[in-house]
T-cell receptor
Framework: EAGVTQFPSHSVIEKGQTVTLRCDPI?????LYWYRRVMGKEIKFLLH????????ESGMPNNRFLAERTGGTYSTLKVQPAELEDSGVYFC??????????????FGNGTRLTVT | RKEVEQDPGPFNVPEGATVAFNCTYS??????FFWYRQDCRKEPKLLMS???SGNEDGRFTAQLNRASQYISLLIRDSKLSDSATYLC??????????FGTGTRLLVSP
């Protein structure tokens, strides 16, 4: 079974540019999550999709961040325009069973974003 | 106050030692609890879930004290390969995980 895959693994962009991160969850996983870790801080929740619908986007920092999951398969997270404080590692995770509090989340390797 | 608090360490221990990590959480309504392991520049991976009755997986034992809102992880007979950051994680609802900053463990020969 292929795991959660994220692309790109690294991205270096200048302040003001746009970056789009992609996540392919494990096949059949309806739940898809975005998390991020900024330097020196804990990993924080950004948002949660159930299929193509946003279940919870309470962790999205501001309106420069846009997440989509058209068709309920892969997801993209766009940052436009990027700011210096957006630098960090963006993790995607997926899981199968909604509502099962012990259903494990499978994380991707992350995208390391550096905004200069 | 952070929702999940951990001692960042590092904990430096020799091979074969027993080491314990602790974690406290602030939301008394939290339903489920986990320890994740994260290697340098890698993704977090589930180490084990934590149950009220306590649970063991090989050299690893996790315990939960709901009254004190306290979670622990005990590693016996430490191996070099146990060197990593251990993340205390609480499910904030609908698998919206709340992470601690992690405790770094370094096991030396």
């Amino acid at each position: 079974e292929a795991g959660v895959t994220q692309f790109p693994s690294h991205s270096v962009i200048e302040k003001g540019q746009t970056v789009t991160l992609r996540c392919d969850p494990i096949s059949g996983h309806d739940n898809l999550y975005w998390y991020r870790r900024v330097m020196g801080k804990e990993i924080k929740f950004l948002l949660h999709f159930v299929k193509e619908s946003k279940q919870d986007e309470s962790g999205m920092p501001n309106n420069r961040f846009l997440a989509e999951r058209t068709g309920g398969t892969y997801s993209t997270l766009k940052v436009q325009p990027a700011e210096l404080e957006d630098s960090g590692v963006y993790f995607c995770a997926s899981s199968h069973e909604q509502g099962n509090y012990n259903s494990p989340l499978h994380f991707g390797n992350g995208t390391r974003l550096t905004v200069t | 106050r952070k929702e999940v608090e951990q001692d960042p360490g590092p904990f430096n221990v020799p091979e074969g030692a027993t080491v314990a990590f602790n974690c406290t959480y602030s939301n008394s309504a939290s339903q489920s609890f986990f320890w994740y392991r994260q290697d340098c520049r890698k993704e977090p991976k589930l180490l084990m879930s934590v149950y009220s009755s306590g649970n063991e997986d090989g050299r690893f034992t996790a315990q939960l004290n709901r009254a004190s809102q306290y979670i622990s992880l005990l590693i016996r007979d430490s191996k070099l390969s146990d060197s990593a950051t251990y993340l205390c994680v609480v499910n904030g609802g609908f698998q919206k995980l709340v992470f601690g900053t992690g405790t770094r463990l370094l096991v030396s020969p």
